[in-house]
């Protein structure tokens, strides 16, 4: 059996789950997030012990894996509606910068034009400082890839390290072609 999917999801106080067909609706103070129950599984909510279970339906390979996973997802979206997520990306170079302009996030990072995004529904985004973005919401696939579509703009090279990173991330820096004087034949 899954070592993840037999966990059951605690519910902390302030967290509301609604069950209709296949579809499950978590809601909490950050918001609400809605997930579509895959065939091979099932979620049962446990109203007095304030908690959801998860079971599979089989056990084949595949019903063995989309366990785990739904019980992930479920975990999360609770994790979500309570505490929220978040991700801080840094940015290094010289000029390169960043700022919210309403619901566009703008970045100047070494092209003629400034790279304007569009800050999805649901989503969060600030610059404490011109050299930080720090993405936050409920929905934790959300940040994740908003924050790698910042990224993508202009990821870090190896050679100087400009470039927008993730916070923490450690970049392989490469060693760059050095002049050596002296006499050719």
């Known amino acids: ?21 296949r579809t499950v609706t978590v809601k909490g103070p950050k918001g609400s997030l809605r997930l579509t129950l895959l065939r091979e599984v099932e979620v049962e909510h446990d109203a007095p012990g304030k ?60 092209y003629t034009h400034p790279v304007e995004l569009d800050v999805p529904e649901g989503l969060t985004v600030k610059t404490p400082a011109p050299t930080e973005i720090s993405v ?21 090279e190896p050679y100087k390290g400009k470039g927008i990173r993730y916070r923490g991330e450690v970049i392989r820096r490469k060693a760059g072609k050095t002049f050596v004087g002296g006499a050719t034949k």
Do not use: C, W
């Open 1 to 21: 059996m899954s070592r993840i999917g037999k966990k059951p999801i605690p519910l902390p106080p302030g967290v509301q789950v609604e069950r209709q067909e």
């Open 51 to 110: 908690r959801l279970l998860v079971t599979r339906l089989g056990d084949t390979k595949n019903h063995r894996a989309r366990h785990g996973l739904t019980r992930a997802l479920l975990n999360n979206m609770v994790t979500g509606v309570t505490a929220g997520f978040a991700k801080t990306l840094d940015i290094e170079g010289v000029g390169y910068n960043a700022r919210v302009d309403g619901k566009r996030l703008l970045l100047t990072v070494g």
């Open 136 to 156: 936050s919401g409920a929905d934790r696939q959300m940040v994740g890839q908003f924050a790698a579509v910042v990224r993508r703009v202009r990821p870090p």
